[in-house]
């Protein structure tokens, strides 16, 4: 019941994340939104929708391990699994001006992260430190958007064709919208639900349950999107849409998680979880910025990456 709970929660997930973004970007066009941020926002954050719900579910079933895990194993996850297998699909051209910028924006967002794991806990003081910091980085992309035309403002309009084409009636693209946030909800739950009771059932922690299962689960819309954008050789939107989705999870989805529901970190996390989290981060920038491309073998250092941490963090899996 437990693998079914689950496996029915991560079905709804993802298709109530994949409706959301198409209803939502549908919705902003027929708006007059700007693709710029329609590209910060919906697409680039609208991947994220998925850790967000659950990581609030959880905060609110008091599983502080799964909602915190969440974050820190997609984080993980999207770089090392879902942008190293990308990169091994087709090599990935990369912007230095898009990576300076939002590149320099994920590493501050990641060591406010740090500091407050390091805190052992997250309460609203520190959730409001972490969407003002949000709020700061969107205020200025859109400001410097009006003032220059640079590369990090192309590749978040571009990251608008990572979605599919949504219904072209403004109702329906509501309604498609509305259905993926109903979608996404009943995920989240199911999801948490399945993944407390496997971790009582098989005598595992609920964090490790966070960090793998749940992380992974969540991020499989990014996987969608970024599978898409090396399909139709746009890999830069790609590592445009991990660097987005990234820098949401921690300061958006940590933040509000910490506003509606004070946590408690997980010690095991503030002790490896979170200098993992950090050290694939920096590997991924110093991989995009030499050369102009993440090549294959870079993308299989990463995967190979991955493949270590998930052989170190279900250790306990493995002794059982």
């Not at 994949?18 to 710029?36: D, I, N």
């Not at 910060?40 to 799964?66: D, Q, R």
Request: proline share 3%; charged share 10%; hydrophobic share 55%.
């Amino acid at each position: 019941m437990d693998y079914i709970l689950i496996a029915a929660g991560l079905v709804c997930l993802f298709a109530g994340g994949e409706a959301l973004v198409r209803g939502s970007v549908a919705t902003a066009h027929k708006l007059g939104v700007s693709p710029l941020l329609i590209g910060l926002t919906l697409v680039g954050f609208g991947t994220s929708a998925p850790e967000l719900v659950t990581s609030v579910a959880a905060a609110f079933a008091g599983s502080p391990g799964i909602a915190v895990g969440n974050v820190v194993g997609s984080n993980i996850a999207n770089i090392l699994l879902i942008l190293g297998l990308t990169a091994v699909i087709v090599p990935i051209v990369t912007s230095r001006d898009a990576i300076y910028r939002d590149g320099l924006a994920l590493i501050i967002a990641s060591l406010a992260c740090l500091g407050i794991v390091l805190t052992g806990f997250a309460n609203q003081v520190h959730g409001i430190i972490l969407i003002v910091l949000l709020g700061v980085y969107l205020a200025y992309t859109i400001y410097r958007e009006q003032r220059v035309q640079d590369a990090a403002s192309d590749l978040h309009r571009a990251e608008t064709e990572i979605a599919e084409p949504g219904p072209q009636r403004l109702p329906t693209a509501l309604a498609l919208a509305l259905a993926g946030l109903v979608l996404t909800v009943l995920g989240a739950k199911l999801l948490v639900s399945g993944a407390i009771a496997l971790a009582e059932t098989a005598g595992l922690s609920e964090t490790l349950i966070g960090l793998t299962i749940v992380a992974v689960g969540t991020s499989l819309p990014e996987l969608s999107a970024s599978i898409v954008a090396a399909i139709r050789r746009q890999t830069d939107l790609a590592l445009g849409n991990i660097l987005g989705s990234n820098l949401f999870n921690t300061l958006g989805i940590l933040g509000i998680t910490a506003i509606v529901h004070p946590l408690e970190i997980p010690v095991e996390i503030a002790r490896f979880d979170i200098w993992v989290m950090l050290a694939a981060t920096a590997a991924m920038l110093a991989f995009a910025l030499t050369g102009g491309r993440l090549c294959r073998w870079e993308g299989g250092v990463l995967l190979a990456g991955y493949g270590a941490y998930l052989a170190w963090t279900c250790r306990e899996v493995f002794a059982a």
